[in-house]
């Protein structure tokens, strides 16, 4: 599945409106809250602006990239 998913900490702009339903006003909302160091991060700040049912559909999408 990482094939079709983005990292939320890396990915470009490009990247993440490549996922279905993403606008440029969520890009921005994903980018804002960098560094993730969770998806339960990612849940909460995500989830202040859409429902839980779209935050588990974005899920589908992203991953938490490893630290280094």
């Known amino acids: ?3 079709s ?4 900490n ?5 990247a993440f409106t490549s996922i279905p339903g993403i606008g440029r006003k969520m890009v921005h ?3 804002e809250y960098r560094p ?7 849940r909460k700040e995500i989830g202040k602006y859409v429902n839980d049912k779209e935050v588990s559909r974005l ?3 992203i991953f ?4 280094n």
């Open 1 to 3: 599945i990482r094939d």
């Open 5 to 8: 998913s983005h990292g939320l």
């Open 10 to 14: 890396a990915a470009s702009s490009d």
């Open 29 to 31: 909302e994903f980018e």
């Open 36 to 42: 993730y160091t969770s998806i339960q991060q990612f």
């Open 59 to 61: 899920e589908r999408y």
């Open 64 to 67: 938490i990239e490893e630290p």
